[in-house]
T-cell receptor, first 109, second 115 residues
Framework: AQRVTQPEKLLSVFKGAPVELKCNYSYSGSPELFWYVQYSRQRLQLLLRHISRESIKGFTADLNKGETSFHLKKPFAQEEDSAMYYCALSSGSARQLTFGSGTQLTVLP | GAGVSQSPSNKVTEKGKDVELRCDPISGHTALYWYRQSLGQGLEFLIYFQGNSAPDKSGLPSDRFSAERTGGSVSTLTIQRTQQEDSAVYLC?????????????FGDGTRLSIL
C-alpha cells in the first residue's frame, strides 16, 4: 500500500527565513510526487511536480528515492507563502492521488 | 467554464437522508476524481472516472456511496442514508488524459454537514 507522511501539522517561520516542509512516502514502485497548495479561501491547486524539476514561486522539491522523501524548500519565505501544503503521490496505472495530511505554513512578518 | 465547478457549495441535511453532489469538470478533461476531506485529515480518494472505462471505485468507504458520470462530463456523487461520519468536504478534480499523470484541477468542494 502507498502512504504519504507529512510529520508537521503546523510550521511557522519568519519572513526571509528558509523553509522546508517535509514529506516522506512509502511505495514499492516508481511514484510520481506532487505538492499541492491551498491558500486561504482558494481552491486546492498544483504547486509543482517532481518530473518537471522546476521552481515555482521560489519553491523546489527534489525526489530522494533512497530516503523516500520529497521535501519542499524555499530559501527565503514570504508572507504570501502562508497556506496549507499537501504532498501527494500517484503510482503507476493508478491515477488517483494519495495525499498526506497537510502542513499549515505560517510566515510571520 | 474556467475551472471545475461543484454544487452545492454547502449542504446541511439530517441523518438518514440521501444527498447528491454535483461536479462539472473542465471542458475536454476526460479524467474525473472525487475525494473527501474530513476535519483534520488529508484528502481521501473515493472514485475515479476515465473516459468510457469502468470507474475505479476502490476508495468508496461503503455501499451507501455511489457515483456516476453522464456523457463523459458531469458527475454526481450520491450518499444514501447519510451518517454523521459522512460530514466532510467533498472535492472533485479533473485532468487531461495521459501520458503520465496529468495535473489535477480541483473545484471548491461541497461542505456536507450531517445533523
Amino acid at each position: 500500500a502507498q502512504r504519504v507522511t507529512q510529520p508537521e501539522k503546523l510550521l511557522s517561520v519568519f519572513k526571509g527565513a528558509p523553509v522546508e516542509l517535509k514529506c516522506n512516502y512509502s511505495y514499492s514502485g516508481s511514484p510520481e510526487l506532487f505538492w499541492y497548495v491551498q491558500y486561504s479561501r482558494q481552491r486546492l491547486q498544483l504547486l509543482l511536480r517532481h518530473i518537471s524539476r522546476e521552481s515555482i514561486k521560489g519553491f523546489t522539491a527534489d525526489l530522494n528515492k533512497g530516503e523516500t522523501s520529497f521535501h519542499l524548500k524555499k530559501p527565503f519565505a514570504q508572507e504570501e507563502d502562508s497556506a496549507m501544503y499537501y504532498c501527494a503521490l500517484s503510482s503507476g496505472s493508478a491515477r488517483q492521488l494519495t495525499f498526506g495530511s497537510g502542513t499549515q505554513l505560517t510566515v510571520l512578518p | 467554464g474556467a475551472g471545475v465547478s461543484q454544487s452545492p457549495s454547502n449542504k446541511v441535511t439530517e441523518k438518514g437522508k440521501d444527498v447528491e453532489l454535483r461536479c462539472d469538470p473542465i471542458s475536454g478533461h476526460t479524467a474525473l476524481y472525487w475525494y473527501r476531506q474530513s476535519l483534520g485529515q488529508g484528502l481521501e480518494f473515493l472514485i475515479y472516472f476515465q473516459g468510457n472505462s469502468a470507474p475505479d471505485k476502490s476508495g468508496l468507504p461503503s455501499d451507501r456511496f455511489s457515483a456516476e458520470r453522464t456523457g463523459g462530463s458531469v458527475s454526481t456523487l450520491t450518499i444514501q442514508r447519510t451518517q454523521q461520519e459522512d460530514s466532510a468536504v467533498y472535492l472533485c478534480a479533473s485532468s487531461l488524459a495521459g501520458p503520465g499523470n496529468q495535473p489535477q484541477h480541483f473545484g471548491d468542494g461541497t461542505r456536507l454537514s450531517i445533523l
